[in-house]
């Protein structure tokens, strides 16, 4: 795949004779046509693209008929266009009681300013009745690391406090944990995704994670931001959380809290980098809630293509970016309501739509490739979850899944940056790739932000499907103009104002250069698995390999 009239062909001599198949060197990425589509989807009439709302229906209607446009096929259930996905929506009203109460006296708390909070409960009021409160660490167990914050100790029927991140983020040389979780990279343990899931298989009535911007890898304005909404797939009644309320608990209400149970909370998160810490009850302390639920069921939909392969049909190259954004919201001091999502994540599915067309113009693939527009990934990868579940291609025979989830729009860069460093061999042809457009390969800079489980891709990872992820947030491009600070400064400024809020607008001030080259990149390597019997592959040390080679026998 080549690149737009300032850039050199994607693939030189040496990568051509790394391929069994042509190039898409002869294809251009075209910066403008995916401008048109970004502005078209983050324009007002999608309403900011929330599941289940008007602006589904006309997303979805968009998204099949660019997809038939440039002459692809369904690749749904039954040849449809669509994976239907039944998701419950919950969104909690004001609450008729929310506080914590202790030696004291009572400690009344506000969503939004001390707490965010939600559930995935189909109830029609999320209540606990003074709730015992328990600090558990990091709240990790993890036997093949010799590591359990939990010790046995009953939550049934109490409110879990915990740390983010994993519990060697903060370690210092010597300490127990230091190294334990793979340093400053983030583990699975460390997602606030595992730690809800971990105080439910405990039987807690509810969770609360402290915030602490570096730990969590945003602000607090990034964890209100869904306004007390909250997703999941409908589940039946016995599959259920035992969570009545899920969230978090910012870093001074927490200080708060625990200074009334005449607990110190530094000296506390400092014993939970011991694997011999056990809970520590805040004693005579209690939590109340009763707070209103509306909910309802909605039947959202995964968009799915295809260009049929023709001798290895049956296995399957999927691209994937997500169609969902925020929805309507509070306005901001422009007075926009609509968080369109306009780089998260409609620049992602425009970036698709430009690998599509190039593919097309070539000669049919040998394995099929599928393109995936998912549904509520800004609500926890639900769409993803829910294909990976229920695929419609194997898993066994899904040979990558390439994500793009947010793309810089600063400017041509000197580097790629790669997320999830030593996982799999699509790493090394990022790297041959990346060197015949004269880039290098930078490691994320901020690996402890646990980007690697934050996209669609995850879905596929933890069944065992290779996957690459490009995301521009992930570290600072080495810009052709400005270098790494300016790289930087663009993160900064997009991840600090317009990161999940309605400023994720389309810009004129965008420079598509850098996006061009990144989607050059990830099209070429799925044009090169496309056409090849090549199956990449999870390295030692990933804690995916063992799930992908239970099935070695199924794959060629």
């Not at 093949?144 to 983020?169: C, H, I, S």
């Not at 797939?233 to 899920?246: F, K, N, Y």
């Not at 790669?418 to 790297?431: F, S």
């Amino acid at each position: 795949m080549g690149g737009m009239r300032k850039l050199p062909p994607v693939l030189a001599a040496a990568a051509l004779a790394a391929s069994s198949h042509p190039a898409l060197a002869k294809v251009s990425v075209d910066a403008d046509r995916i401008a048109t589509d970004v502005k078209t989807l983050a324009s007002d009439t999608f309403e900011g693209r929330a599941p289940g709302t008007a602006g589904e229906d006309r997303t979805i209607g968009y998204l099949i008929a660019r997809f038939q446009d440039l002459g692809l096929q369904p690749a749904g259930p039954d040849g449809r266009w669509v994976q239907t996905v039944p998701l419950l929506h919950t969104k909690l009203e004001k609450a008729r009681t929310l506080a914590f109460a202790g030696p004291k006296g009572a400690m009344p708390v506000e969503q939004a300013r001390d707490l965010y909070i939600s559930t995935v409960r189909p109830d029609d009021a999320a209540t606990i009745e003074d709730a015992p409160v328990v600090f558990v660490g990091y709240g990790v167990d993890a036997p093949e690391r010799g590591w359990d914050d939990f010790k046995g100790v009953d939550l049934k029927g109490k409110l879990a406090v915990f740390l983010v991140n994993d519990p060697d983020f903060a370690a210092k040389k010597g300490e127990p944990a230091a190294g334990r979780f793979g340093g400053r990279t983030m583990t699975y343990y460390g997602r606030w995704t595992y730690k809800f899931e971990e105080a439910a298989r405990q039987g807690a009535v509810g969770a609360l994670i402290v915030h602490e911007t570096q730990a969590a890898g945003y602000g607090w304005n990034v964890v209100v931001s869904p306004g007390g909404e909250n997703y999941d797939i409908v589940r039946r009644p016995e599959d259920l959380t035992s969570l009545a309320l899920q969230g978090w608990i910012s870093g001074d209400a927490a200080k708060r809290l625990f200074a009334d149970a005449g607990l110190d909370l530094a000296r506390l998160s400092a014993a939970a980098r011991r694997p011999d810490f056990r809970p520590v009850p805040l004693k005579g302390v209690t939590f109340a809630a009763d707070v209103p639920v509306t909910h309802e069921q909605i039947a959202s939909h995964n968009v799915l293509a295809r260009i049929p392969g023709t001798t290895r049909a049956d296995e399957v190259v999927m691209f994937g970016a997500h169609w969902d954004a925020y929805g309507k919201g509070e306005p901001d001091a422009q007075g926009r309501i609509y968080r369109a999502g306009a780089n998260d994540d409609a620049l992602g599915i425009a970036a698709m739509f430009e690998i599509a067309r190039a593919m097309k113009a070539e000669p049919a693939p040998q394995r099929s490739v599928v393109f995936a527009a998912w549904t509520a990934e800004e609500r926890g990868l639900l769409g993803s979850e829910f294909y990976a579940a229920n695929p419609v291609y194997p898993m066994e025979k899904t040979v990558a899944n390439l994500a793009i989830d947010i793309l810089q729009t600063a400017g041509a860069a000197n580097d790629v940056v790669l997320v999830g460093k030593g996982q799999d061999t699509l790493e090394d042809d990022m790297a041959r790739i990346a060197a015949t457009q004269g880039r290098t390969v930078t490691q994320e800079s901020l690996p402890e932000r646990g980007l690697f489980y934050r996209a669609d891709h995850f879905s596929f990872a933890k069944r065992g499907v290779p996957v690459m992820l490009l995301m521009g947030i992930a570290g600072a491009a080495d810009l052709k103009q400005g270098g790494t600070a300016a790289g930087q400064a663009w993160i900064d400024a997009y991840t600090g104002n317009c990161y999940h809020q309605a400023c994720d607008a389309w810009s004129s001030d965008w420079n598509l250069d850098g996006a061009v080259q990144d989607i050059d990149l990830i099209g070429t390597i799925g044009e090169e698995l496309a056409n090849s019997g090549k199956w990449p592959q999870w390295k030692p040390g990933s804690e995916f390999r063992a799930i992908r080679e239970k099935s070695e026998g199924v794959r060629q």
